[in-house]
């Protein structure tokens, strides 16, 4: 069964701190990885998708890497800024179905 | 973007009562929606996945009579909490994916709470 887990829980940084966002799976057999940003009370919208055959992308301040056969993507956000604050979740797709693991999140706030 | 709406976006109501939530995709037609519930600070937890004109799949753990799926057309799944407790009360949120783009685009949520 894929378990998703990410760390750090909770992360508390000054703005204009470069962050590290980590995220493991057990399973490596994963069709494709996404990163979430969710607000509080609100949806999910995504920031990145990284196809199992991709090392990274690439979305303005952010990127994120996979590297399937140790189960582990990273999110690098740049430059943080206070409206980075939210949590931010990945997800891994597996096989051949549309359903979605999610990892247990990170917490993030960045204060001026 | 597509869009997926989901009404109402709060709702209280007594135990015991039923509660119904709708997931509607805007500009797109799903065949295949999800249903996630959110416990406080807990990551989204996969419920079922919905199924235009065909029977709900339910995750293990996730009693089907409790929670009553109807998937009667290409843009609408309801979520039906039947005899609602205390303890439905959480956050629950659609989604439904977009097969050419590989993701899935999600509803806002709606918090239920009993009373």
């Known amino acids: 069964k894929q378990e998703v887990t990410q760390i750090p829980a909770a992360l508390s940084v000054p703005e204009g701190e470069n962050l590290v966002l980590n995220c493991s799976f057990t399973?490596?057999?994963?069709?494709?990885l996404q990163w979430f940003r969710q607000d509080p009370g609100k949806g999910l919208t995504s920031l990145l998708l990284?196809?199992?055959?991709?090392r990274e992308q690439t979305s303005g301040r952010l990127n994120a890497s996979l590297d399937k056969s140790s189960g582990r993507s990273t999110l690098y956000i740049a430059a943080s800024q206070p409206g980075d604050s939210a949590t931010y979740l990945c997800?891994?797709?597996?096989?051949?179905?549309?359903?979605?693991?999610f990892g247990t999140g990170t917490r993030l706030q960045v204060f001026p | 973007g597509a869009v997926v709406s989901q009404h109402p976006s709060r709702v209280i109501c007594k135990s015991g009562t039923s509660v119904k939530i709708e997931c509607r995709s805007l500009?797109?037609?799903?065949?295949?929606m999800f249903w996630y519930r959110q416990f406080p600070k807990q990551s989204l937890m996969l419920m079922a996945t919905?199924?235009?004109?065909?029977?709900?799949?339910?995750e293990q753990g996730v009693e089907k009579d409790k929670f009553l799926i109807n998937h009667a057309s290409l843009t609408l799944s309801t979520l039906t909490v039947t005899s609602a407790h205390p303890e439905d009360s959480s956050f629950y949120i659609c989604?439904?994916?977009?097969?050419?783009?590989?993701?899935?685009?999600f509803g806002p949520g709606t918090r239920l709470l009993v009373l």
């Open positions: 500009d797109f037609q799903a065949t295949t």
């Open positions: 989604s439904a994916p977009v097969t050419a783009q590989e993701t899935q685009y």
């Open positions: 399973d490596s057999a994963i069709y494709n």
């Open positions: 997800a891994v797709r597996t096989g051949n179905t549309d359903k979605l693991i």
């Open positions: 990284i196809q199992s055959s991709q």
């Open positions: 919905s199924n235009e004109g065909s029977k709900a799949t339910y």
